[in-house]
């Protein structure tokens, strides 16, 4: 009986140590968990950061776009800045043209022809030198004014030139190249006469008159360049006077004058004197 005591004593004895062993495992264990768990965190982080700097790398950042400096615009010369200008003696009309070509002289003729001529005037260059694409630079440019009598269009002169048929004979003329011609406030109709006399020619056909620009070289087939000299000249021309003739060719200047225009029509001068000249069966009524 003595002897029970003691051993169950000595159990007792026992059992601290391996409570002890058990916690120490228990922590152990804790402290491996807690490693794996650091461990896995680093791993997650890192594979994170890692992604995202290969995406990163991948992405092509976007150039920036460029810009193209706008061209300054340098003002075109005017050709004819230096030109002479010539004005029609009574009013009607006036161009410019180059006082010379290649040291020739261009001279200037304002003379009528014909007896029903209302203006003309001859700009004439003489042969001075070749043109390097082969051609003469000597031409002669008339410009003439005639009254429209018979009262066509620019389109019935077209018409009109379209079916022309040449009668036989050593002084026939053709008609080639017809088309229609626009330069400044010439709007006609353009062609090359082909015969005895071959030149160029532009008709243009307005209320009361009819322009004719009459221009020729060594040959009907004018060069390069005195063609764009003469297409120049032409695209200076421009009317001076805004004057029209009346539609019964009556003015009606008797007591009392009913509107302001009728008076100020009356007592213009400047209009009676070109009235009388250009529009035909101008009359005036007092």
């Not at 429209?148 to 030139?161: D, G």
């Not at 695209?235 to 007591?255: A, D, I």
């Not at 004197?273 to 009524?285: G, H, M, Q, S, Y």
Request: glycine letters at 4%.
């Amino acid at each position: 009986m003595d002897n029970q005591p003691q051993s169950s004593s000595s159990a007792e004895a026992q059992n601290p140590p391996e409570q002890f062993s058990q916690r120490s495992s228990i922590k152990r264990s804790w402290k491996k968990l807690a490693i794996i768990y650091l461990i896995v965190v680093i791993l997650l982080y890192g594979g994170v950061y890692l992604f995202s700097s290969v995406q990163k790398s991948s992405i092509s950042p976007t150039p920036a776009p460029t810009i193209n400096p706008v061209p300054s615009l340098t003002p075109t010369s005017d050709e004819t800045a230096g030109w002479k200008i010539y004005t029609d003696p009574k009013g009607m009309f006036l161009f410019k043209y180059p006082a010379s070509i290649n040291k020739g002289e261009v001279k200037i003729f304002a003379e009528t022809l014909f007896a029903d001529t209302v203006a003309e005037v001859r700009v004439d260059h003489p042969y001075s030198s070749i043109y390097p694409d082969g051609g003469s630079d000597a031409f002669t440019l008339s410009i003439g004014v005639w009254k429209n009598k018979r009262n066509v269009t620019t389109e019935q002169v077209k018409a009109e030139i379209l079916s022309y048929k040449p009668p036989p004979g050593p002084y026939s003329v053709t008609y080639e190249d017809i088309k229609d011609y626009q330069s400044g406030v010439i709007k006609g109709v353009y062609y090359i006469a082909i015969g005895h006399q071959s030149h160029q020619e532009i008709q243009m056909a307005t209320k009361n008159f009819v322009y004719t620009f009459y221009f020729n070289s060594e040959s009907a087939e004018t060069s390069g360049t005195t063609k764009r000299v003469i297409d120049k000249i032409l695209s200076t021309f421009t009317f001076v006077q805004s004057y029209t003739c009346l539609e019964r060719n009556t003015l009606n200047c008797m007591p009392p004058l009913n509107f302001d225009s009728q008076q100020q029509t009356c007592n213009n001068k400047d209009y009676l004197r070109w009235a009388k000249t250009n529009c035909p069966d101008f009359n005036i009524v007092y």
